[in-house]
T-cell receptor, first 113, second 111 residues
Framework: ETGVTQTPRHLVMGMTNKKSLKCEQH?????MYWYKQSAKKPLELMFV???????ENNSVPSRFSPECPNSSHLFLHLHTLQPEDSALYLC????????????FGPGTRLLVL | SQQGEEDPQALSIQEGENATMNCSYK?????LQWYRQNSGRGLVHLIL?????REKHSGRLRVTLDTSKKSSSLLITASRAADTASYFC???????????FGQGTRLTINP
């Protein structure tokens, strides 16, 4: 257990569905991250939040919409996704900046049909 | 192009042997980190080594950093079946406020 939880662990959705991924960290960290991990590709940073403020949007399509209501919770709202969005979505948190040790959740395995 | 690149992409050894993985990067860094990922799970932090450090140990893990060659190595001694996983290096690319991960080395320990 890393102190970062993610729900759901698995998700299957159609291209017209709307769903949300949830991440919660119990470590008292001030920064949270969303990453996408696809087969045969390096881990891709999607969004960074520091003290609830978005500090990085790595050219992510608008069909992915992050929300950070407080320093402990992070959501990723999904709508009208494409099959190529199928991947493992990982949440992470850190104390201090992005350069420091990051603690990852177990991930949500997403399949878009 | 990505910052860190691991070598080899895949490594298969017998239990008890040592495993060495390498990471090369392109730009200056403040620190370099190694993470492990078991199949389909989240990443687990192993070691962080700062740019002014040359070697660091943690249990059976030994990490070296050569900033002149822009490379790092991760050595796992006396490997165990439980060490089977993918191993990633991550760098901060100097002034960038983010970690950039390589594609990883898939390590298989055969019993």
């Amino acid at each position: 257990e890393t102190g970062v939880t993610q729900t759901p662990r698995h998700l299957v959705m159609g291209m017209t569905n709307k769903k949300s991924l949830k991440c919660e960290q119990h470590l008292g960290h001030n920064a949270m991250y969303w990453y996408k991990q696809s087969a045969k590709k390096p881990l891709e940073l999607m969004f960074v939040y520091n003290f609830k403020e978005q500090t990085e949007n790595n050219s992510v399509p608008s069909r992915f919409s992050p929300e950070c209501p407080n320093s402990s919770h992070l959501f990723l709202h999904l709508h009208t996704l494409q099959p190529e969005d199928s991947a493992l979505y990982l949440c992470a948190s850190s104390q201090g900046g992005s350069k420091e040790t990051q603690y990852f959740g177990p991930g949500t395995r997403l399949l878009v049909l | 192009s990505q910052q860190g690149e691991e070598d080899p992409q895949a490594l298969s050894i017998q239990e008890g042997e040592n495993a060495t993985m390498n990471c090369s990067y392109k730009t200056s860094i403040n620190n370099l980190q190694w993470y492990r990922q078991n199949s389909g799970r989240g990443l687990v932090h192993l070691i962080l080594i700062r740019s002014n450090e040359r070697e660091k140990h943690s249990g059976r893990l030994r990490v070296t950093l050569d900033t002149s060659k822009k490379s790092s190595s991760l050595l796992i001694t006396a490997s165990r079946a439980a060490d089977t996983a993918s191993y990633f290096c991550a760098t901060d690319m100097g002034g960038a406020q983010k970690l950039v991960f390589g594609q990883g080395t898939r390590l298989t320990i055969n019993p």
